[in-house]
């Protein structure tokens, strides 16, 4: 009985000493994927507010990044002759007419990736004004239709250097209408 109990500790070194450094060797290794809550809280959240979808593949400061701001069948009544995006004053981040576009996006999920399918041909006027308010307005070159397709425009960019939440507005002037009207809202996070 006493050569059993003590083969049993000598068997538990050997098998230590082979587990315990291959872990520390791979610990550096393992990424820990962050967790996304699927929450989102506004503080004066009134009728009038309407969420819209966006996605982006960084959110870290002053990387590189692609967002994508949806405008999906849901979110469009009519047909649509002018978009404009409201930019909030404290985004610092360099637009130009080169790094946006406007196309039909299929939405990615748990089976696929969010990628442009066709570009949808647009002219792009960045404006600015006195108090330093930015907003981009898009003309496709024909309707965008009420159908069933999503589109997204498109920034590819820098993020800001400061980290915070960033409210994006957007509103769509219909056909046959003169005025703008109220699409809805995208909060980007940037960490």
């Not at 969420?51 to 400061?61: C, I, S, T």
């Not at 080169?98 to 399918?117: A, D, M, N």
């Amino acid at each position: 009985m006493l050569k059993i109990a003590k083969k049993f500790p000598l068997k538990l070194k050997i098998l230590r000493f082979f587990i315990v450094p291959t872990i520390l060797v791979l610990f550096p290794f393992y990424k820990i994927q962050d967790v996304k809550a699927g929450l989102e809280f506004q503080w004066n959240q009134d009728d009038s507010y309407r969420r819209l979808k966006w996605f982006q593949k960084e959110n870290k400061r002053r990387f590189r990044n692609s967002i994508y701001f949806f405008l999906r069948p849901s979110d469009r009544r009519t047909d649509l002759l002018k978009i404009n995006l409201a930019i909030p004053k404290t985004f610092k981040s360099t637009l130009n007419d080169e790094k946006i576009s406007f196309c039909k996006v299929k939405i990615g999920g748990f089976e696929g990736r969010t990628k442009c399918l066709e570009d949808i041909p647009a002219d792009f006027e960045i404006k600015t004004d006195e108090s330093g308010l930015r907003s981009l307005d898009i003309y496709p070159y024909s309707p965008i239709p009420a159908d069933k397709d999503s589109y997204a425009i498109v920034f590819k960019i820098f993020n800001p250097k400061k980290s915070g939440l960033y409210q994006f507005h957007s509103f769509g002037q219909p056909k046959g209408k003169s005025f703008s009207s109220y699409l809805g809202s995208w909060t980007i996070v940037i960490d």
